[in-house]
C-alpha cells in the first residue's frame, strides 16, 4: 500500500495533515504547534517527495528517515512530523480494521481520565470554576493559577497569592478531587521553591512548569528542594529530550504533546521512558484541536502510566466545524470510539471556513520596571 498524496491543511491554530493511499485508505493527523500553524504546513509539504510512492505501513521507517534528513531539530520540525505520523497510524488502524490502541498493545483501562483546565485571577475566581467543574462531574482540575498582573508584584505579594489562589480551590472541592497546578513558567526558581513549600500543605497532584523550559538543570535544582510532584514537558521533543527530563530530581510527570514530540510513534516510547522512572504521564492538550485529543486518548487506553489527560470542551465550532465526531466526555472520562483507526476525519468544508491563526505572541509580560519579566 504506497502513500499517494499528503496534504497540509492549516485551520485555526492547527495544521492538520491528510495522507492518502493508493488503495484508497486515507489517514488524518494534526500539529499543535499553535503559534505558527502555516510554518508547519510549509514542512510537511517539503516531505512530499520523500513519501508519495512508499510504503505507508513503515511508520517507524519514515519517522527516522525525516528527522534525521537534516539533523534539523525544533518544534517546528517535530510537529510536521507528529501530524504525519498520526496519520500512518490511523491508516494502520483502518487497515487492519481496530482502534489504534489495539494496535498498541490494547486497553489497559476502559476510559481515558480527564483533567479539565480551569483558569482565575483571584481566589473567588478559582473557587467558581472549581465548583463548576466538579458539578459537571470531572474528578480531576489543572489550576492556572498564575496570571500575567503578578509580575507587577513584589515577591511577597506574588507568592502569597498564588497561595490564596490554591487554597481557595482545595477549601472548594476538598480531598477526593485530584488538583494540579499549572504556573506557566512564569517563576523564578527562588520563588518556584518558595511557593512549593507552601503549596505542600494543600496536596497539589502536580506543580507543572514552574521556570521557563530552557535548562532541564535548572529545573532539575528546583526538584531536588520541593516537598511535592513536579510535572513538565509540553515543550520538550523526542526521547532525547525526554530522556533528560525524566532523569531530573522531583519528576514525577511527563507532558509530550503528541502534536509537538514526535506523534504516537514518539509518544508511546517517552511514556516507557517514565514508566521505567515510576513516573506518570500527564500529557499537554491544550489547545489541541479534535484529531490530537483523539490520538492523545488512543495512547491514553494502550499506556499503563497515562494518568490524566488535560482537557476543555470541544463543544464549540472550532473544533466541531473540522471533523465529523469529537471525542466525548463521560463521567469525567474521555471515551475511546471504537472504530478502527483514529476513529475522527477531517470536514473540507469546515477546514475552510478556519484560516489559519495568524502569529499572536500574546503581550511578553512586563515587571513594575517595564524589564521583561521572564529572563
Request: glycine letters at 10%; proline letters at 6%.
Amino acid at each position: 500500500m504506497k502513500i499517494d498524496s499528503l496534504e497540509a491543511l492549516p485551520a485555526g491554530q492547527a495544521c492538520y495533515v491528510r495522507v492518502t493511499t493508493d488503495t484508497g485508505l486515507v489517514g488524518v493527523g494534526e500539529s499543535t504547534y499553535f503559534g505558527w500553524p502555516s510554518a508547519v504546513a510549509e514542512i510537511v509539504r517539503s516531505f512530499s517527495a520523500q513519501l508519495v510512492g512508499t510504503d505507508a505501513m513503515e511508520v517507524e521507517r519514515h519517522w527516522l528517515r525525516l528527522y534525521r534528513a537534516l539533523s534539523m531539530r525544533g518544534m517546528a520540525v517535530t510537529s510536521a512530523l507528529s501530524a504525519i505520523d498520526q496519520a500512518l497510524w490511523d491508516i494502520r488502524g483502518k487497515r487492519f480494521e481496530v482502534p489504534v490502541w489495539e494496535l498498541l498493545g490494547g486497553r489497559c483501562r476502559r476510559g481515558v481520565r480527564a483533567m479539565l483546565v480551569v483558569a482565575g485571577s483571584s481566589p473567588d475566581e478559582v473557587a467558581a470554576v472549581c465548583r463548576d467543574g466538579v458539578a459537571a462531574g470531572y474528578g480531576a482540575l489543572k489550576l492556572i493559577l498564575f496570571t500575567h498582573e503578578l509580575h507587577q508584584r513584589r515577591q511577597g505579594s506574588r507568592v502569597e497569592e498564588l497561595i490564596a489562589r490554591f487554597s481557595a480551590a482545595r477549601e472548594e472541592v476538598g480531598w477526593d478531587v485530584d488538583l494540579a497546578v499549572e504556573l506557566h513558567r512564569n517563576l523564578s526558581p527562588g520563588d518556584a521553591v518558595s511557593f512549593c513549600h507552601e503549596a505542600a500543605r494543600l496536596r497539589p497532584l502536580f506543580v507543572e512548569d514552574p521556570i521557563p523550559p530552557d535548562s532541564v538543570l535548572s529545573l532539575g535544582a528546583v526538584g531536588a528542594r520541593v516537598p511535592v510532584p513536579m510535572a513538565a514537558g509540553e515543550r520538550n521533543t523526542t526521547i532525547y529530550e525526554f530522556r533528560e527530563l525524566a532523569e531530573q530530581p522531583g519528576m514525577a510527570f511527563l507532558r509530550p504533546d503528541v502534536g509537538i514530540a514526535g506523534g504516537i510513534t514518539q509518544v508511546r516510547k517517552i511514556c516507557a521512558l517514565a514508566e521505567a522512572h515510576h513516573q506518570g504521564v500527564a500529557p499537554h492538550a491544550v489547545p489541541s484541536g479534535p484529531v490530537a485529543v483523539a490520538a492523545h486518548v488512543q495512547l491514553g487506553m494502550a499506556v499503563p502510566n497515562w494518568e490524566v489527560q488535560e482537557h476543555v470542551p470541544q463543544d464549540g465550532r472550532a473544533w466541531t466545524d473540522l471533523v465529523d465526531a469529537v471525542v466525548s466526555v463521560r463521567d469525567g472520562y474521555l471515551v475511546a470510539p471504537d472504530v478502527p483507526g483514529l476513529g475522527v476525519e477531517l470536514i473540507d468544508e469546515g477546514l475552510g471556513m478556519h484560516p489559519p491563526a495568524g502569529v499572536d505572541l500574546g503581550g511578553t509580560p512586563l515587571r513594575e520596571d517595564e524589564s521583561v519579566a521572564i529572563r
